[in-house]
């Protein structure tokens, strides 16, 4: 009777373990498709997340982070954490964060970081873009714990609150989503009510090529998602970009058109042809020249509330 018993707990117990295995192994694999930052168990001192290289355990509320991406230094701003690293572009930091990060060594260019100079901060985690950094993941991973996800594909709101159950703000970072869900509501029904049947266009004039910007990510879902305007025929639904000739131009009848701008002259020598000046949008006004650092180089709440800044006067509803 002894033995049937201990039997019976002994195929419990494994039933129980190999539960709680599989439950542990569809919340990894959720984290690594869903590209967040999910947190598997913690206690008073220790965070276990899982990310899209492993599994790190992170001090409980960590502050001293370092920042390999934009997108990681926006979120840390946004949640009130100051990052004590982040990387730079070749200009510097990014114009959005720019104030905000003015405290904050650089430890170099996101693509090849300085990894002495983020062992000399210190830092108590270590935010890794995986796609970039996977390769140095040892090196990273002996200086500080470290979470590696990509920037936010589409959405970055579920990647937000996932940042801030990790780092213990997830009322800040639930609060940041709910105010520009209302924001964008708002603008949103505005516009409709007056444009909605109106056509819109992101490009920029590179001095390789010309692209016209997408719905796939960045811009794109703050544009066509959140705000519902209408793309344009030329605008590649479900793609980042698409490079397009000077000959299809003549072709960007949009009836407003944002527009990024890399090279100057090159833009220069397209305003002075009949194709552009024929366009509705140039005859009506309506061409916009905005920032490309918030509009494609971050993605979050700091670079989305500006590109709804940029639209809102664009239709003169600003505040």
């Given at each position: ?39 598997l168990k913690f206690d008073d001192k220790i965070k276990t997340v899982q990310h899209l290289d492993g599994v790190s355990d992170v001090p409980f509320a960590a502050k ?26 070749p200009q510097g930091a990014a114009e959005q964060l720019k104030k905000a990060l003015a405290d904050t060594s650089s430890v170099g260019d996101q693509s090849s970081p ?133 000959e299809l131009i003549g072709k960007m009848d949009a009836d407003r058109i944002f527009l990024m701008v890399e090279d100057a002259a090159r833009l220069g020598n397209i ?49």
């Amino acid at each position: 009777m002894v033995r049937v018993l201990s039997l019976i707990i002994f195929i419990l117990t494994a039933l129980n373990s190999a539960v709680f295995v599989s439950a542990r192994a569809d919340e990894k694999a959720a984290a690594a498709s869903d590209n967040l930052a999910v947190v598997l168990k913690f206690d008073d001192k220790i965070k276990t997340v899982q990310h899209l290289d492993g599994v790190s355990d992170v001090p409980f509320a960590a502050k001293h982070i370092v920042a390999l991406h934009n997108s990681f230094s926006e979120a840390l701003i946004a949640l009130g954490i100051t990052p004590v690293g982040a990387v730079e572009r070749p200009q510097g930091a990014a114009e959005q964060l720019k104030k905000a990060l003015a405290d904050t060594s650089s430890v170099g260019d996101q693509s090849s970081p300085d990894y002495e100079k983020i062992l000399s901060l210190q830092p108590d985690l270590i935010l890794s873009v995986g796609d970039v950094h996977s390769q140095n993941n040892d090196l990273l991973q002996a200086i500080a714990p470290v979470i590696s996800l990509r920037e936010p594909d589409e959405d970055w709101r579920p990647w937000l609150l996932g940042l801030g159950a990790v780092l213990e703000r997830q009322e800040q970072a639930q609060k940041l989503v709910d105010d520009y869900n209302q924001r964008a509501e708002s603008l949103r029904e505005k516009i409709h009510a007056d444009y909605k049947d109106e056509t819109v266009l992101l490009m920029r004039v590179r001095q390789k090529d010309i692209r016209v910007y997408g719905t796939g990510r960045r811009s794109g879902p703050v544009l066509y998602r959140d705000l519902q305007l209408t793309p344009h025929a030329l605008v590649p639904v479900g793609k980042n970009y698409e490079a397009i000739s000077n000959e299809l131009i003549g072709k960007m009848d949009a009836d407003r058109i944002f527009l990024m701008v890399e090279d100057a002259a090159r833009l220069g020598n397209i305003e002075k042809t009949a194709l552009w000046q024929s366009l509705p949008a140039v005859k009506a006004g309506h061409v916009y020249k905005v920032n490309i650092e918030p509009w494609n180089q971050s993605s979050g709440p700091i670079s989305a509330g500006i590109i709804m800044d940029d639209v809102a006067r664009a239709f003169g509803l600003a505040d």
